[in-house]
């Protein structure tokens, strides 16, 4: 089946402009995450949804990221005026969320440049 | 607080030589492990996962981990190592519950010469 895919796989913005992400999760998943990885900092966890849950946001680095899932399923990663270190890859995983095995599968990423 | 510790940054070894990765974590109690992989430009794919049972777990591509609770090690091994498994390999831990975040490694990036 398909799985995780993210678009557009690559974007280049200009610093204090806003951007949006997104992903599509494997059909029937639960569970969808976002993280950042960045030469200096790693993969880092920035947000996760699962199901009709509150999402846990602990990993968002300001106020200026945000992010929203429609429909339990695409979500949107928004970074509102973006600035030189939010050049990041952006990747996304989904999980069935059900179950102590559960496991997370990524998709390709978005490379997000900011000039 | 979770945390993976993958000490060698980077790792070279000859084609058909054996390799093994080092992986050390910190978690309070029963940890979910986990090997990726990403290539140039790619998204991370999963190569194992321990969640309990047999140490010895058994991934793609010929790989192979083993879950040492008094070591709070995972290293990932394999007996032969082929030119398309240069890579860059993260070690991972999640919470033990169903979902939840994973803490990753910082990587370990592994060059093959012929």
């Known amino acids: 089946g398909a799985g995780v895919s993210q678009s557009p796989s690559n974007k280049v913005t200009e610093k204090g402009k806003d951007v949006e992400l997104r992903c599509d999760p494997i059909s029937g998943h639960t569970a969808l995450y976002w993280y950042r990885q960045s030469l200096g900092q790693g993969l880092e966890f920035l947000i996760y949804?699962?199901?009709?849950?509150?999402?846990?946001k602990s990993g968002l680095p300001s106020d200026r990221f945000s992010a929203e899932r429609t429909g339990g399923s695409v979500s949107t990663l928004t970074i509102q005026r973006t600035q030189q270190e939010d050049s990041a890859v952006y990747l996304c995983a989904s999980s069935s969320g059900q179950g102590r095995s559960d496991t997370q599968y990524f998709g390709p990423g978005t490379r997000l440049t900011v000039l | 607080a979770q945390s993976v510790t993958q000490p060698d940054i980077h790792i070279t070894v000859s084609e058909g030589a054996s390799l093994e990765l080092r992986c050390n974590y910190s978690?309070?109690?029963?940890?979910?492990l986990f090997w990726y992989v990403q290539s140039p430009g790619q998204g991370l794919q999963l190569l194992l996962k321990y969640f309990s049972g047999d140490t010895l777990v058994q991934g793609i591509k010929g790989f192979e981990a083993e879950f040492k609770r008094s070591q709070s090690s995972f290293n990932l091994r394999k007996p032969s190592v082929h030119w398309s498994d240069a890579a860059e390999y993260f070690c991972a831990v999640g919470p033990g519950t169903s979902y939840g975040k994973l803490t990753f490694g910082q990587g370990t990036i592994l060059t093959v010469h012929p």
């Open positions: 949804f699962q199901g009709n849950s509150a999402p846990d």
């Open positions: 978690y309070g109690a029963t940890p979910y």
